[in-house]
Structures are given as C-alpha cells and as structure tokens.
C-alpha cells in the first residue's frame, strides 16, 4: 500500500546549524506534500507545503524541494534556534482510489544551544 | 474563533468499556478526520468524513466508529476499549482534500487498563 518514509528518527544539531529532513512517498499520483510541526505536548501545526507543480518553496528560515521524478521531499531549516526543537512530520496526499493523507513518523530534532 | 476543540483532555478507560471522544469545529470546514498517533509510528487516519452524514475508513478502522451527525460534529466511539487502543487521539478538520491544511484539535489522551 502506499506509504511515506521519513529520515532519520532523531536529529540533533548545535544551535545556528542547519537541519534537513527527508521523505519518500510510494505513489506517483500524490500531488501535495504539506510538513507539520509538534511542540511536546501540543498538536501538529502545519508550518510549509508544497505542491508538486512546484519543485522549491521557502519561507524565511524554513524551505522545502521535491523531486517527483525520485519521488522524494526535503525540509530544510537554517540557522536553527532552541524554539526550532520539536517533532516534525512530513505527509503526502494521495488521490487514487479516494482521498488519503499518509504521515511519516516523525523526526525529533534537539537544537543545543 | 475557538477552531477545533477536543473532549475530554484526558480518560482512562477499563478493557470492555466504552466512550466517545468529541470534536467540534468552527470553521465551517468539510472535511473532518480522526487520526491516532502512538509513538514512533506518526499520525495515522481512523476514520475521516467529506461531509454532514458521511463517514469512510482510514487507516486503521478497527475497533472504532464514528458519526457526523452536524457538519461541526465529528464523534469517534470505542465499543469496548482494548489497551492497544492506548494512544493520543487527535481530531483535525480542513476546507477540502489533497491540498488544504488540516487543523488539528489539541488531543486526546486516552489509557486503557
């Protein structure tokens, strides 16, 4: 069945680094790649997507790319900040056979200071 | 605009009881869904529905039902709760499908003794 991969689990970088999270989605068909954002103990908030029209969108510190032809999406975060910790989840929206929206795993990500 | 609200916060259930979680929006969104998301595995669809009175099954249906009575109205009900049904339940809503960002609803978190 169709599914999304994430990568890595955790990720830890020293604070002003930069931090990149990659997925993979199994069909070819989806068209919308949305990134959410979880504080411990809060609910997901969606902070960028991107459709796959469009092979780069950014948005001040936050920027995502997608390959459709490797059928995989990136999150990149530049000059991380302490407030930049958090889980993150990639998604991927799928259209065959009804509406689906799969999430990956999630990427704990630690910003030291 | 309170957006989607979640009761009760937190329950702790004994196996072979029963309850329903609730979800109210007022965003006069469409789409509703349940998702549950248990550690290391991400957020995955119970049930979703694209409308008052529409209900369809998600990812891992089993063990739950759900109604949309009214469009801001989205109840999740467990018959007879087992502890795999541990988990932090979140509701979320959006304008439509494949494109349009979910909003989640704070969670909640339900134990099954």
């Known amino acids: 069945g169709e599914n999304v991969e994430q990568h890595p689990s955790t990720l830890s970088v020293q604070e002003g680094d930069s931090a990149v999270i990659k997925c993979t989605y199994s069909?070819?068909?989806?068209?919308?790649f949305p990134w959410y954002k979880q504080e411990l103990g809060k609910r997901p908030q969606l902070i960028i997507d991107i459709r796959s029209n469009v092979g780069e969108k950014k948005d001040q510190r936050i920027a995502v790319t997608l390959n459709k032809t490797a059928k995989h999406f990136s999150l990149h975060i530049t000059e991380t900040q302490p407030e930049d910790s958090a889980v993150y989840f990639c998604?991927?929206?799928?259209?065959?056979?009804?509406?689906?929206?799969?999430f990956g795993a999630g990427t704990r990500l630690f910003v030291k200071a | 605009n309170a957006g989607v609200t979640q009761t009760p916060k937190f329950r702790v259930l004994k196996t072979g009881q029963s309850m329903t979680l609730l979800c109210a929006q007022d965003?006069?969104?469409?789409?509703m869904y349940w998702y549950r998301q248990d550690p290391g595995m991400g957020l995955r669809l119970i049930h979703y529905s694209v409308g008052e009175g529409t209900t369809a099954k998600g990812e891992v249906p089993d063990g739950y039902n759900v109604s949309r009575l009214k469009k801001q109205n989205f109840l999740l009900g467990l018959e007879s709760a087992a502890p795999s049904q541990t988990s932090v339940y979140f509701c979320a809503s959006s304008w439509g499908t494949g494109g349009y960002e979910q909003y989640f609803g704070p969670g909640t978190r339900l134990t099954v003794t």
């Open positions: 998604a991927a929206s799928f259209h065959t056979g009804g509406f689906k929206t799969i």
């Open positions: 069909d070819s068909a989806s068209n919308y």
């Open positions: 965003m006069n969104h469409e789409y």
